[in-house]
C-alpha cells in the first residue's frame, strides 16, 4: 500500500479516530473521544437493563390488572412497543461496540437501527389521532431507509 493509499483510507468516514495520528494533540483528543464512547456502551447497557425491567413490570402491571390475564390491544402494541424499544437499545450497544472494536462506523447497521427505530414508530401509531401528513411524512422517512439499505447491501 502507498502512503498515498494510506492517506486516502484514513479520510474514509468512520477512520477519523486512529490512535496513531501525527499530531499528539489530536491523538490525545481521539483518546478522549474513545473513554467517552465507552463510558456511552457502559450507559446503553444501563438502559437496556432498565428497559427490561420495564417491559417486565409493565406487563405484570397489565396481566394482574382486571380482567386479570388478559391484554387488550392497546396493551399487547404498548409491550411490542417496549420490547422494540429494548431491541433498538440493543442495536445502538452493538453500533458502539463495533465502532469501538474497528474504529469504522457500521454504516449498514446504522441504517438497520433507523429502520427498526422507525417500524417501531409505525407499530404503535395511534391512528385515531395523528394526521394524514404524519403518517404520508413517516412513509416518506421508510422509503428512503430502506433503499438506502437496499443500495448499501446491493453494493456488497
Avoid: C
Avoid at 55 to 76: G, K
Avoid at 106 to 121: E, F, Q, W
Amino acid at each position: 500500500m502507498t502512503d498515498d493509499d494510506e492517506t486516502l483510507r484514513q479520510h474514509e468516514p468512520g477512520h477519523d479516530l486512529h490512535l496513531e495520528h501525527e499530531d499528539p494533540t489530536i491523538r490525545v483528543l481521539h483518546r478522549i473521544i474513545r473513554v467517552a464512547v465507552k463510558v456511552l456502551a457502559v450507559l446503553m447497557v444501563m438502559v437496556i437493563v432498565w428497559g427490561i425491567g420495564d417491559v417486565v413490570f409493565v406487563l405484570y402491571q397489565r396481566v394482574t390488572e382486571p380482567p386479570f390475564m388478559l391484554l387488550q390491544i392497546s396493551d399487547i402494541l404498548a409491550t411490542f412497543g417496549a420490547f422494540l424499544a429494548v431491541l433498538i437499545a440493543i442495536e445502538i450497544f452493538i453500533n458502539i461496540s463495533m465502532y469501538l472494536s474497528t474504529n469504522v462506523i457500521p454504516v449498514r447497521l446504522v441504517v438497520a437501527t433507523a429502520l427498526m427505530a422507525i417500524s417501531r414508530k409505525v407499530i404503535i401509531f395511534d391512528y385515531e389521532r395523528i394526521t394524514p401528513h404524519y403518517i404520508y411524512g413517516t412513509a416518506s422517512v421508510v422509503l428512503a431507509l430502506g433503499i438506502t439499505y437496499w443500495l448499501i447491501t446491493r453494493r456488497n
